[in-house]
Structures are given as structure tokens and as C-alpha cells.
């Protein structure tokens, strides 16, 4: 008995790990969720239960039993979600539904390369998604002995279970790797999508959109029009492109110094208002079915479109721009539904909420509004320098901060605050308020001066408190539940809380920010 790599896909030609021939002991030296393929005449010592333990959800077992082969396939766990976009999904809402993830005990896998090609310069990887049981990425394979050396820009799939590689294709021409801002321009992770058995991606730095076979890599199809896109979103089999009409700035970029050229990316390279449109597409037949606007002209942004959020029925569409305006579009008519006027300066970025009957935008300045989706919802938005804290699960209230301190949930049907309270500054020299609120609504953590936190019902049932051991804190995030606490303190030290027994975090880490999943169960942390 014994695993390698050997072909497993018939024509197709794919290869992963396979455990073939029966044996004598209990336990297979492999850990959780590896294997593709295990193939057994006799299974002999080994259960039913080991081979599932090993076995890649969605991957085949085969073995004799009663004279006659049996098949059975590892089904795939219904709390593991999958991260198709640049922000998860096609709304805009960079939250997973996963609820295994959780803090890291062990390794699954490693891949190579194990570096990256300079730390100074452009990303070697432009942009990851998920799908399918597998991994998507675009990585710079050139030298790491120096960044001078040229790229070899690569899309490649792997085993999201086990590393193993499935596939790669050339990219010929994409950004240089001389653009000296580290994490390259944000227009790149934005050009990669997958859908099931389909990926859609720009292979070329102003190529087309194209549609690939996600388990070979082949090319299937390509979207012509689709030249010099910015960002791609896919939605019940519908291809969103953002298209630059214009000439790229970013293929003209070419480095003049080995240092200092950050000053040049942000006077000569910087993202410039250029109109830009959303042509929409067939998914299956590559046919464009519209354009976004369509007619007339002055529907469209006068300034560059920042980001796409698209609702759950596949109807809505909405952009933000530079203009400072929210466009809401309808996909069947292809046209304007509502321009959403409010901000005062650039809008960033938009995310629907649950229901996607609400909106909310996020601008330069720093401000955050709510809008209703619908034509006959109130237009107003909740004015005043709030700070949105979280919707509720259904979508009808929103807690929010000012900068005075006063905690209110708002009622979002009547824009009036339904409860208030005041909370304590973390700073004793002036208003510094650090708070987060649980996803009912119901219970909120603050940070106190000199590193406490205080834990609050919202109806005045209880209140409980506890030190981090930190001089002060500058973050804190309360899981959907209350049951965890994240604090970040003094130099990024940020650690993880168990509610019920606080003498000891459960890890601390480096880290600035963090957010949970919806349910709970996964936990996203940032560095600076």
C-alpha cells in the first residue's frame, strides 16, 4: 500500500494523490482531507471511517466488496464556502459563510514558490479565488535571486485540499514587476472569477476577458469587446466586465530609478477619471447581451468606477465612483434606475446588505451612508457624522457611533434611533471610542483606558469586564454570538479571547484589524 502521484483523470490527464492496494494497518500515515483517489481489491484493516478521514471532499474510493467493486464519494461538508470574487462573492460583501476555518494548529499543505520575488516591489501573486475544490492564482515564477531578472507571469490551479498543481497557463504580457508600491495595482486581483467548472480572467495585461475549462485550464471561450478590463464579476451565468475605454496608464509604467518611484506612481500613474463601461455578457455562448449605460451617454459616472456590488437575485446592479455618486442599474433594461447623490467626496466601495434591499457606500472622507434599494424606500440617509457598526441579521436595524460617544440602533424603516447609549472614552485626555456590537444587536464590548474591556447587555442585564494587559487598546471586534473577543493593543499585538475563561487569550498574534464570519467560525485578521 503507498500514495503518489499518478494519472487519475482518464483523457483529461490530471494527477493527484492516490492511495492504491489494501492494508494490514488501521491508520494511513495521511492527514485529513488529502487523498483524490483510493483504490483497494481489500480493504483489510482499514475502515470505512479512515478512508472517508483521508479522502478530499468529492473524492472517490474504490474497493471490492462481495465479489463487486463499489464506489463511494466523500460528500462535501455544507459549512465550507468558497471565495469566487476579488470581495467573495458578486455583492461586494468580503464575508465567507465558512464555518470550519478557524485558528491555524496545523499545516495542510505547502507549495512553492516559498518566496516571493522582492519585498519592495510588485506582489508576485496578483490575485487568488476559490471554487471547485481547487485554488486559482496568478504568480510571477521568474528568479528570486533578483527582481531585475523578467517575470514569468503563470495562472495556475491546485488541489485546494492537498496543493497538488492541476494546471498552468502562460500569461504573456501583465504588469511590470518593477511597480514599486508591493502590492501592485488594485485593477489586478480583480480580473480573476470562478464559477464551478468555469474561471474567467484576463491573461494579458489589456487582453480580453476569457472563459477556461477550470479543471484543465483550457480556453473556451473569449469575450470579444472585453479588452482592457478592469474587474470582472459573474453572476446566474451573466459576465460583468468593467472596460477601460481608453489607453491604460498602467501598460505605459516603466521604471526610471531604482528607488523613489513611489512619488512617481502617485503623480504620473495615479487612477485618473477616464469613463469607463460594464459590458455584460453570456456566459455560456460569449455573446454580449449590453452595455452599462446604454443610452442615453450622460447616465453613465463622469468619474472612474471604484467597485460593482450585485444583488442576490441578479437584478440590481450597483457602482460607485470618483464622482461621488452611487448608480443603482437595472440588468434587464440595461439602463439607470437611481443616481444616489450624498457623498461629499470620492465613493470607494458599496456592499449590499443580507436582504439587498439596503446599500451602504463608503466614501474618501471617511463617511459611510445607508440607502434603500427599492424606488419607493425613503431616499434619505441617515445624516450626521455616524460611524456604521453592523446590520442586523434581518436587515431592519443598524448600530452606529458618533463622535461624542453615543451608541444608537436605528430603525432603518423610520431612520430613528429605537435605543441609545453612552459609552466611556478608552483615552482619558480626550473622546477615543473603541466598541463593537454582537450580530443581534444585543451585546456590545468597549475599551476602557489603560487596556480593559467592558462587556454590556444593551437591556442593562449584566455587565462584566476583564484585562488585556495591554497600556491601551486601539481595536476591538465581538464575535457574532458574544462568545469571543478580539483585541488589538499597543503595537499590533493582537489577541483572541475566549468570553467564558479570560485569564488567558486564546492566541495573540500580529495584527491591526479583524472580522468574523457571520457565523462565527472564521476569523479574518490584517497587518499592517
Request: aromatic share 8%; net charge neutral.
Amino acid at each position: 500500500a503507498g500514495g503518489g502521484s499518478v494519472g487519475v483523470g482518464g483523457a483529461r490527464g490530471l494527477c493527484g494523490p492516490v492511495w492504491g492496494g489494501g492494508s494490514d494497518g488501521g491508520a494511513r500515515p495521511y492527514i485529513e482531507n488529502c487523498v483524490n483517489l483510493r483504490v483497494a481489491e481489500d480493504l483489510g484493516k482499514v475502515t470505512l471511517e479512515e478512508v472517508n478521514r483521508v479522502l478530499v471532499p468529492e473524492g472517490v474510493a474504490y474497493f471490492k466488496k462481495g465479489g463487486a467493486w463499489t464506489k463511494v464519494v466523500k460528500p462535501r461538508p455544507d459549512d465550507i464556502d468558497e471565495w469566487t470574487h476579488y470581495f467573495h462573492g458578486p455583492s461586494g460583501n468580503a464575508v465567507a459563510q465558512d464555518k470550519v476555518v478557524g485558528p491555524p494548529r496545523r499545516m495542510q499543505w505547502v507549495g512553492s514558490p516559498r518566496w516571493s520575488r522582492h519585498h519592495d516591489r510588485m506582489a508576485s501573486m496578483s490575485a487568488l479565488v476559490t471554487g471547485g475544490g481547487r485554488i486559482f492564482y496568478i504568480m510571477d515564477e521568474g528568479s528570486r535571486v533578483s527582481i531585475q531578472l523578467p517575470s514569468r507571469w503563470k495562472l495556475i490551479a491546485r488541489d485546494a485540499f492537498n496543493g497538488s498543481v492541476l494546471w498552468k497557463r502562460e500569461i504573456p504580457e501583465w504588469h511590470n514587476q518593477l511597480w514599486p508600491l508591493k502590492s501592485g495595482p488594485s485593477q489586478l486581483a480583480r480580473r480573476l472569477v470562478v464559477d464551478g467548472e468555469k474561471l474567467f480572467v484576463t491573461r494579458s495585461i489589456t487582453g480580453p476577458v476569457e472563459c477556461l475549462d477550470a479543471v484543465t485550464g483550457k480556453t473556451l471561450r473569449v469575450f470579444a469587446g472585453s479588452e482592457k478590463a478592469e474587474e470582472i464579476v459573474h453572476h446566474n451565468g451573466v459576465v460583468f466586465a468593467l472596460i477601460r475605454e481608453g489607453k491604460s496608464e498602467l501598460k505605459e509604467y516603466a521604471p526610471k530609478h531604482n528607488v523613489g518611484d513611489q512619488a512617481r506612481v502617485r503623480t504620473e500613474f495615479v487612477w485618473n477619471s477616464t469613463p469607463r463601461r460594464i459590458r455584460a455578457y453570456d456566459a455560456e455562448s460569449g455573446k454580449e447581451v449590453g452595455v452599462l449605460p446604454d443610452t442615453p451617454p450622460d447616465e453613465g459616472h463622469s468619474g472612474m468606477i471604484t467597485s460593482l456590488a450585485l444583488d442576490e437575485g441578479g437584478t440590481l446592479l450597483a457602482s460607485s465612483s470618483w464622482d461621488h455618486s452611487v448608480r443603482l442599474w437595472g440588468i434587464e433594461t440595461r439602463r439607470l434606475g437611481r443616481t444616489l447623490h450624498g457623498h461629499r467626496g470620492e465613493v470607494w466601495c458599496t456592499a449590499l446588505s443580507p436582504r439587498g434591499d439596503l446599500l451602504a457606500s463608503g466614501s474618501k472622507d471617511g463617511e459611510v451612508m445607508i440607502w434603500p434599494t427599492k424606488e419607493d424606500a425613503p431616499t434619505e440617509a441617515i445624516r450626521g457624522r455616524w460611524k456604521p457598526l453592523s446590520f442586523s441579521k434581518d436587515s431592519r436595524y443598524v448600530a452606529a457611533l458618533n463622535r461624542e460617544g453615543e451608541l444608537s440602533i436605528f430603525n432603518l424603516e423610520t431612520r430613528k434611533p429605537t435605543y441609545s447609549i453612552d459609552l466611556l472614552s478608552s483615552d482619558t485626555r480626550f473622546g477615543r471610542y473603541i466598541v463593537s456590537v454582537s450580530a443581534d444587536l444585543t451585546a456590545l464590548a468597549e475599551g476602557l483606558p489603560n487596556g480593559a474591556v467592558r462587556l454590556r447587555k444593551l437591556d442593562g442585564e449584566g455587565e462584566t469586564g476583564f484585562s488585556t494587559g495591554n497600556r491601551r487598546l486601539d481595536f476591538i471586534a465581538l464575535s457574532p454570538e458574544a462568545e469571543t473577543l478580539v483585541t488589538v493593543g499597543w503595537r499590533d499585538d493582537l489577541a483572541w479571547w475566549d468570553l467564558t475563561d479570560t485569564a488567558e487569550p486564546i492566541m495573540r498574534i500580529s495584527g491591526s484589524h479583524a472580522v468574523f464570519s457571520e457565523g462565527g467560525g472564521t476569523l479574518v485578521t490584517v497587518t499592517r
